[in-house]
Nanobody, 128 residues
Framework: QVQLVESGGGLVQAGGSLRLSCAASGRTFITYAMGWFRQPPGKEREFVAAIKWSGGSTYYADSVKGRFTISKDNAKNTVYLRMNSLKSEDTAVYYC?????????????????????WGQGTQVTVSS
């Protein structure tokens, strides 16, 4: 089992920045990739970004490309999501997820069903 705990959410003005953190514990050696998803109010959960744990390849949703950056610290078993130029439409609960199995191609990384472990989520609210 892998346990994930997100932190760093909050209220920010449009155009501002936030950095989310996701600390992993437990059997972290089985992690193949980690991702960030979000669920806006009244909408379905959607892919934001993912990173391969070994090698660090990254994947982004078009809606955040150029504004958000996913990164990791292997020594701390932590993945980060730096969010710049925030917009009101970025308001959502942000979830961290971990996948233990091999994943190939963007379609795999962006699918919530590909991930085995999930955090509780952290609220991000962007005021306009």
């Amino acid at each position: 089992q892998v346990q994930l705990v997100e932190s760093g959410g909050g209220l920010v003005q449009a155009g501002g920045s936030l950095r989310l953190s996701c600390a992993a514990s437990g059997r972290t050696f089985i992690t193949y990739a980690m991702g960030w998803f979000r669920q806006p109010p009244g909408k379905e959960r959607e892919f934001v970004a993912a990173i391969k744990w070994s090698g660090g390849s990254t994947y982004y949703a078009d809606s955040v490309k150029g504004r958000f950056t996913i990164s990791k610290d292997n020594a701390k078993n932590t993945v980060y999501l730096r969010m710049n130029s925030l917009k009101s439409e970025d308001t959502a609960v942000y979830y961290c997820a971990a996948r233990s199995r091999y994943c190939s191609g963007y379609g795999c990384y962006e699918s919530s069903g590909s991930y085995d472990y999930w955090g509780q989520g952290t609220q991000v609210t962007v005021s306009s």
